[in-house]
């Protein structure tokens, strides 16, 4: 049997006023880490149309950075939620579900989405989200504006989970280092990705990965050392990078325990000339 996952979940809280200013916030033109220390209650946002709600907002697009998505941390309280979550038409999401239980409604047929369930929500989709559990329920939410291309259909919606999808063991690496793919990489309706990374302890991505493709990383479980442009940070489960294109990126697993990270990166599309402007 598949042993049980492990997801970090931020609580917010005020640290105390005893406590040094001095903490691993990094932000640079090639990447930032956000520690899961600086999730505050002082730093959620509210957003229109929802009820009993609050958000973390860990990356949002900014030009000369990265661009072309967002990234929420959703807490919900028991009987909150939304009839008309997303404003915009031309946006897609992906949903990961952390802590708790929440019933989604996708163009009327309802899922419950437990602890590790997954769910990826096509541009003007009508959908909706409440916590019809007692206690508080947290979920990912990632967005971005989807990129259509004629001759390739609109992704369909589907719901699934962590634990149902088989990991894919990268070659050569004996199971050190593997991806839990949500959408097969050769479905080109797709241009978005969002996966489970997962290292054993001691395993690495042993050389300077450099690619056009723009990275969020929230740490689910364990802790590394990760190489960024020409640093090396600590990471542990809580925390969160964001990588423009082209950072080299690198990292060893540490600690006894499987270090996982949710990975964001955008994909199969050409590269727009309009500078400046997500298209």
Not at 118 to 147: E, G
Request: aromatic share 12%; net charge negative.
């Amino acid at each position: 049997m598949k042993p049980a996952a492990k997801y970090y979940v931020p609580t917010g809280g005020l640290p105390p006023q005893s406590q040094i200013m001095t903490d691993r916030a990094v932000f640079k033109d090639a990447y930032a880490v956000i520690p899961k220390g600086v999730m505050t209650d002082i730093v959620t946002s509210f957003l229109p149309n929802w009820v009993g709600a609050r958000f973390w907002v860990i990356a949002r697009p900014l030009t000369g950075f990265a661009e072309t998505f967002s990234h929420y941390i959703a807490e919900v309280t028991p009987n909150g939620g939304s009839t008309g979550p997303e404003a915009d038409a031309s946006v897609e999401s992906v949903l990961f579900v952390v802590a708790g239980t929440v019933e989604l409604s996708i163009e009327g047929k309802v899922h419950i989405l437990n602890v590790g369930g997954y769910a990826f929500l096509p541009p003007a989709c009508n959908w909706t989200l409440k916590n019809n559990s007692a206690a508080n329920a947290n979920f990912h939410w990632i967005r971005k504006r989807y990129q259509a291309v004629a001759g390739l259909d609109v992704p369909e919606a589907f719901v699934t989970s962590d634990h149902d999808v088989a990991p894919t063991v990268m070659p050569d690496t004996d199971g050190a280092w593997a991806t839990s793919r949500f959408v097969e990489p050769t479905d080109l309706r797709h241009d978005m990705h969002v996966t489970i990374v997962t290292f054993q302890p001691g395993g690495s991505i042993p050389f300077a990965e450099t690619h056009v493709m723009e990275h969020g990383l929230y740490v689910l479980q364990g802790k590394a050392v990760y190489h960024l442009n020409q640093d090396w940070v600590e990471v542990e489960a809580g925390d969160y990078m964001w990588l423009r294109a082209f950072c080299p990126q690198a990292c060893v697993a540490a600690g006894p325990e499987p270090f996982r990270y949710l990975l964001y990166k955008d994909v199969n599309r050409h590269m727009s000339f309009d500078l400046g402007h997500t298209k």
